[in-house]
Every structure is written in structure tokens, then in C-alpha cells.
């Protein structure tokens, strides 16, 4: 039941010199539930979503968007689809010849435009921390 276009947010049960912390769960969970229309979410329901839920979707978004942006510009172009294979090389760990096989191109093909993709990107594809930030941008 709806009453008035109202949103909450529920938190677990917390000690008294956990209160703090449950409010952030609940305030959290309360912007969920206005993002997707839901009268109720709890702090529970929201953090088993994974790592990536409790990123603001709208700043997700832009970030991705901002971040992606060079190598999208350059798939315009056609020459390279630069984007799906960054995305199918980090979904595959970095393996070079299931990716390759995955996206029916020679594994030298997907290093050279993996190579494009970092040059573009103006990031080292070798380090965990950059791999990890765009693979969120990815998901966006």
C-alpha cells in the first residue's frame, strides 16, 4: 500500500552505539526505495544486491559515461569495437585467447585493441584498481 508517494528505508537491529550506523543503512535504503518506486527496502534487501548497489546509480552513470566516453567515440567511427571487447577481456580475467574466442577474433586482433583502449583511455590496463573501476563503468 502507498500513502502518498512516501519511501522508508529499514535498517537491522543495532546497539545504541550502533545507531549511527543503522541510520546510514536506513537513509540508504530509503533512497533506493524512492529511485525504484518502492514504498519499503531494507538495508538487508539492498546490501545482498552486491558492491555495485551501493554506488548512486545516477553518479554510476556519469562516471561511466565520462570515463567510457574515448573509447566510445572511437567505435563511432568504426574503426574497432573497442568497448565490448574491453568489456568481454575483463569478464574473461584478462585471458587473452578465451576472450579472443569468445568474440570471434584472433587474440592478436583483441591485444591490439585492448592496447587502443588503454592508449585512449590514458590507463594501465595491468593495474587491479583500474581494471576494477572500469568494469563498474561498464555496468552502468
Known amino acids: 500500500m502507498r500513502v502518498g508517494g512516501l519511501h522508508g528505508g529499514l535498517a537491522g537491529p543495532v546497539t545504541a552505539a550502533g545507531f549511527a550506523a543503522g541510520l546510514e543503512q536506513a537513509e540508504l535504503a530509503c533512497r ?3 529511485a ?3 514504498a519499503l527496502v531494507s538495508a538487508a534487501e539492498h ?3 552486491g558492491l555495485l548497489s551501493l554506488i548512486d546509480p545516477v553518479v554510476a552513470h556519469i562516471y561511466g559515461e565520462n570515463l567510457l566516453a574515448p573509447l566510445r567515440r572511437h567505435d563511432e567511427t568504426g574503426r574497432g569495437d573497442l568497448e565490448t571487447s574491453l568489456r568481454c577481456w575483463l569478464e574473461h580475467h584478462g585471458h587473452w585467447d578465451v576472450a579472443a574466442a569468445r568474440l570471434g577474433v584472433h587474440r592478436h586482433t583483441l591485444r591490439n ?3 587502443k583502449a588503454q592508449e585512449l583511455l590514458g590507463r594501465d590496463l595491468d593495474s587491479p584498481g583500474v ?3 572500469l568494469w563498474v563503468a561498464l555496468q552502468t
Do not use: D
Request: proline content about 0%.
Open 131 to 133: 581494471r576494477a573501476e
Open 47 to 49: 546490501s545482498a544486491r
Open 32 to 34: 533506493v526505495a524512492e
Open 36 to 38: 525504484e518506486g518502492k
Open 113 to 115: 585493441r585492448i592496447t
